[in-house]
């Protein structure tokens, strides 16, 4: 087992409302990357954060927001939910060293939106 | 054209039958390559890393070809537990993050 976990597991909420999704990371590791995972798909990039600061967004809106803390701990914030956000939320604890790199997923939240 | 394409699936395959992967990926800067294995509604795993010419694991062999940007997966003698979804991954640059492929369904059947 890693040591990264994602919280919670299972989420229900309505369109239009906000939400917070959590991820601790891996020991050791100083960056954390987070995923949504519609049903069917691979794993989409949505943000990655590097010592507090974000370093890499892929195309997704700025309803979409996150946070690092000093203990590499994340946040994922969604305002404004919209039925299509329903997916598995994946974060991955990470560190790249000596031209390697090693990257550990949390089990996931699945979030529905109704 | 997506970063990182993979075989269409669902692959449908007896015990011990061996199976292979492919994937392709457009950038040709990309630097680390992996497999990774998904269960039914859980999260991805490594299973294997390929870093240069290829490398091997018991009855899995991954290889990578730069110069026709693809990697491929072999596994050997298939058993039940190998039914997953198989995700092939590239990283561009060090800490960057991880590019997935859409995934390959295997299933193996006794």
């Known amino acids: 087992e890693t040591g990264v976990t994602q919280s919670p597991t299972h989420l229900i909420k309505t369109r239009g409302q906000q939400v917070t999704l959590r991820c601790s990371s891996q020991?050791?590791?100083?960056?954390v990357s987070w995923y949504q995972q519609a049903l069917g798909q691979g794993p989409q990039f949505i943000f990655q954060?590097?010592?507090?600061?974000?370093?890499g967004r892929g195309n997704f809106p700025p309803r979409f927001s996150g946070l690092q803390f000093p203990n590499y701990s994340s946040e994922l914030n969604v305002n404004a939910l919209e039925l299509d956000d329903s997916a598995l939320y994946l974060c991955?604890?990470?560190?790249?060293?000596?031209?390697?790199?090693?990257?550990?997923f949390g089990q996931g939240t699945r979030l529905t939106v109704v | 054209r997506k970063e990182v394409e993979q075989d269409p699936g669902p692959f449908n395959v007896p015990e011990g039958a061996t199976v292979a992967f492919n994937c392709t990926y457009s950038?040709?800067?990309?630097?680390?390559f992996f497999w990774y294995r998904q269960d039914c509604r859980k999260e991805p795993k490594l299973l294997m890393s390929?870093?240069?010419s290829g490398n091997e694991d018991g009855r899995f062999t991954a290889q990578l070809n730069r110069a026709s940007q693809y990697i491929s997966l072999l596994i050997r003698d298939s058993k039940l537990s190998d039914s997953a979804t198989y995700l092939c991954?590239?990283?561009?640059?060090?800490?960057?993050?991880?590019?997935f492929g859409k995934g390959t369904r295997l299933s193996v059947i006794a």
């Open positions: 390929v870093y240069s």
């Open positions: 020991s050791g590791h100083n960056t």
């Open positions: 991954v590239v990283i561009h640059l060090g800490n960057t993050p991880l590019v």
């Open positions: 991955a604890s990470s560190l790249a060293r000596q031209g390697r790199h090693e990257a550990f």
């Open positions: 950038n040709s800067a990309s630097q680390s």
């Open positions: 954060y590097y010592r507090e600061e974000e370093n």
